[in-house]
């Protein structure tokens, strides 16, 4: 029997608004401490009224255009009941059958995910379970932040492609600049459900939802045990036959069962007698349409079409908003100097200046900055300059490295830098040759075993002739020199 996972995603956005969902609260009260960002509203206390967030509104239309949904011009919101610590009303105002975005679709690796609704909701609070008083403390801070949901139909077939589903719409997000879209920190969450189907058959079977996936890694680690653990009821002839809600532990690595999932009929919704119902003019959404920025769809095309990247750093380039923005500079930069100096050549191809900007981006700048570029202190145009030095050879990779450090940490000029450190790369024989004899002298085992037939041992001592000219050395004089004077 050939089993085929049917995957769909849950994904909750929380909105970066200055103020509530519903009420003018502080919506930054995640980072305030507890219970300071509060007032009567979204403490639920009673005869208090919703005045729902325009700001959040127009966002959730904003993405709902970027999700290439449908927007009906009439919507609402509904009451969901349900009873739990963190909701002090006794229900969330969501949306039911209303939604603000419905049949959208997003491209994932070439293949079409569709949306099948995306609606605005107000977020409950945080429980915070603490071990040393053995209670539990409920922080209002969050009750009431703006939060999106976004339901993908179960188009997705396997734990990748739900995991760069996930990265995708953090990318769109943040383009948008509507969320941080930070999983570490709960702005972007995600349950997935999944079930098992016979291959070709069209049926779709009992679901399981995945609760607490609070990574990427979670969302494909828990799938992927998930899928097995199925496949195994499959062959025990005992096929899950009812919906039901496991979590996930990232500890143990495993799905454990939690509840029969509720159906919307055990939720009571009803429209919110509070709110009247939200009218559009095609003119507004309209108006909204045309603010959208480019997409990360659309900008890994034109970093590949424009600046030669490959279509793999052209993706890794535009995950990220500010790094995107930040290569989008040096580019310019870099092909302005290009353009400056003579004909193209071989060893100048844009392809290959594209390439190593990529590799240093990706590699070597984005690991040191953490995230953090908006305190980076390394200009765009010193950056560009610092590949262009590369490029031409007048600093050695190794050097690069401590050049780019060096940049970070005082922010000058790297040719001011490879100046002051004495960092240039030389191809002087006569320099070199003395370190060569050096090395030599010091690594007699090596040199044996590189006389004896042994070619990669012209590794190591490459290796100790670049550590000795803290990077200096032209590799490839280097090398050329070391095997002449090893076989003198
Ligand atoms: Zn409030």
Redesign the pocket.
């Known amino acids: 029997m050939n089993l085929k996972p049917v995957i769909g995603l849950e994904i909750h956005v929380q909105l970066k608004t200055n103020?509530?969902m519903?009420?003018?609260?502080d919506n930054s009260g995640e980072e305030k401490p507890i219970n300071t960002?509060?007032?009567?509203?979204?403490?639920g206390h009673p005869g208090t009224l919703p005045v729902p967030n325009k700001t959040a509104i127009e966002w959730a239309i904003f993405s709902a255009l970027a999700l290439s949904c449908e927007i009906p011009l009439e919507s609402k919101f509904d009451r969901k009941h349900y009873f739990y610590p963190d909701l002090p009303k006794g229900y969330q105002i969501s949306q039911y059958d209303e939604p603000f975005g419905k049949n959208g679709f997003l491209f994932i690796e070439d293949k079409k995910i569709r949306i099948n609704r995306l609606h605005l909701e107000e977020d409950a609070a945080k429980l915070l379970h603490s071990k040393v008083q053995g209670c539990t403390i409920i922080d209002f801070n969050r009750?009431?932040t703006p939060l999106m949901e976004i339901v993908t139909e179960p188009d997705i077939e396997s734990p990748e492609t739900a995991g760069n589903t996930l990265r995708e719409l953090r990318a769109i997000m943040r383009s948008l600049q509507v969320s941080e879209a930070d999983m570490e920190k709960g702005h972007l969450r995600c349950d997935a459900n999944i079930s098992l189907k016979k291959e070709g058959s069209r049926v779709l079977n009992p679901k399981i939802e995945i609760k607490n996936l609070n990574s990427f890694r979670a969302v494909e680690r828990a799938l992927n045990y998930e899928i097995k653990r199925q496949e195994q009821l499959w062959k025990d002839g005992k096929a899950p036959s009812h919906q039901s809600t496991r979590g996930w532990n990232d500890e143990r690595g495993i799905t454990e069962e939690q509840r029969e999932k509720e159906s919307a009929h055990d939720y009571r919704y009803f429209p919110e007698p509070d709110i009247p119902p939200i009218k559009f003019k095609i003119a507004d959404i309209r108006a909204i349409k045309k603010t959208l920025p480019e997409l990360p769809k659309q900008k890994r095309e034109r970093f590949h079409k424009q600046y030669e990247f490959s279509i793999s750093d052209a993706n890794l380039l535009t995950r990220d908003y500010a790094l995107a923005d930040y290569a989008e500079k040096v580019m310019s930069e870099l092909l302005a100097w290009m353009e400056s100096i003579e004909q193209e050549s071989e060893e100048n191809s844009g392809q290959r200046l594209a390439k190593l900007a990529a590799n240093w981006l990706i590699n070597n700048l984005a690991p040191l900055v953490k995230n953090d570029w908006k305190t980076l202190s390394v200009s765009p145009e010193n950056f560009a300059e610092f590949v262009s030095l590369i490029l031409e050879g007048k600093i050695s990779s190794r050097a690069g490295q401590t050049v780019l450090q060096k940049m970070l940490l005082t922010g000058t000029d790297p040719v001011d830098i490879i100046q002051t450190e004495n960092l240039a790369q030389t191809h002087d024989e006569g320099e070199l040759a003395e370190v060569v004899s050096k090395v030599i002298a010091e690594n007699q085992k090596v040199v044996s075993d590189f006389r004896a037939g042994k070619t990669n041992a012209v590794k190591p001592l490459i290796g100790a002739i670049m550590k000795k000219t803290k990077g200096r050395a032209n590799p490839k004089v280097a090398e050329e020199l070391l095997k002449k004077m090893i076989s003198e």
């Open positions: 103020s509530k519903f009420c003018a609260c960002t509060v007032c009567p509203v979204c403490l009750a009431g």
